[in-house]
């Protein structure tokens, strides 16, 4: 035997002191391990308990919104249309004047899950728009003006009954982009009729700072779509100048106020960003340039939904007048492929950003 060492149940001295350290330092690096993930146990993104942002404002705070809604009704330079006309007497690029335009008023199913929950979204679509998209999805809805003709007062009458009948997790502004004033006064006036649930406001993001900044305090979610990123895309199927100069403005306005998607323990969104993204036939590399944005210039945290729902509608796919035969928009009249949903979703990933809304594989929330 070698002097100094000894044979213990088949190892020496040397293997046994060896493995004890060894698994001192496992022990050790475990026992470090269950105190970081203990630091994690709650989440930044949940919360205990949600109040409204509309239910802080003072009442010096409500007159100040009030008035100014009011001015910019008279004077209406809130989109980046800059219309400047008085909407109590004629109508801008929107064809809304004081009043809105409503097609339907229901709890919608159709939402993320987030949102919708059990009792669904409380939605409320404005007919008009300041876009003019030549693909849109809600084309009878946007393009045309169908609906009931509702003063803000008798809108906020319809928040409640969404609220109180339809039992909804929030109210949902589809396409508010042209009626921002008289959301605003319409919330005030729900406010004082009760209202408890939080706002949604669901955008093209073709919004100023300026009437982002009328909804501040009054807006819980923020639900852009960021649509295109080339200026020459946006010309031609948004018919809009400068569009994603203006989404990018808006989406960090709308980030400055409420931050990242937060949620409480029974998986509803209450406040934050949700950035959406419909991924268009033959524009992958637009999207790429969104996502990649977001990540860089928003926040990695960002919530971000890059949709697949796009289909020809509007105006894509019909004939061209006096051309026989020749479709309109031929290069989008198309679904779009794997790969295209692919490729910006890879590159969302690679960017950095990790909260993905995903279709639910379950029948309860996927978040």
Known sequence: MVPGRFVAGGRSATSWATSRLVSRRTNARRTENVQRRSLHLAPPFLLDDYIPRYQLLSVQEEAKKRSAAYAHLSNCNLCPRLCSVNRFKETGHCLIGSNVLVNVVAPHFGEEPCLQGHHGSGSVFFSGCNLRCVFCQNHDIAHQRNGMDLTPEELAGWMMKLQQVGNVHNINFVTPEHVVPQVALAILAAKEMGLKVPIVYNT????????????????????????????????????????????????????RQVGDLCFTGDGIAK????????????????????????????????????MEQYHPRAHVGKTKRGVSGEKRY????????????????????????????EAARHDGFNI
């Open 204 to 255: 093209s993001a073709f919004d100023s700072v300026e009437s982002l900044k009328l909804m501040e305090g009054l807006v819980d979610i923020y639900l852009p779509d960021f649509k295109v990123w080339k200026d020459s895309t946006s010309k031609r199927l948004l018919k809009a100048d400068n569009y994603a100069e203006h989404a990018r403005k808006s989406i960090q306005e709308m980030y």
């Open 330 to 357: 031929a290069d989008i009249n198309r679904p779009v492929t794997d790969d295209e949903m692919g490729a910006v979703t890879k590159a969302a990933r690679d960017a950095g950003l990790w909260r993905l809304q």
């Open 271 to 306: 406040k934050g960003v949700l950035v959406r993204h419909l991924v268009m036939p033959g524009k992958e590399e637009e999207g790429i340039e969104i996502v990649r944005w977001l990540a860089g210039s928003v926040s990695r945290d960002t919530f971000v939904h890059i």
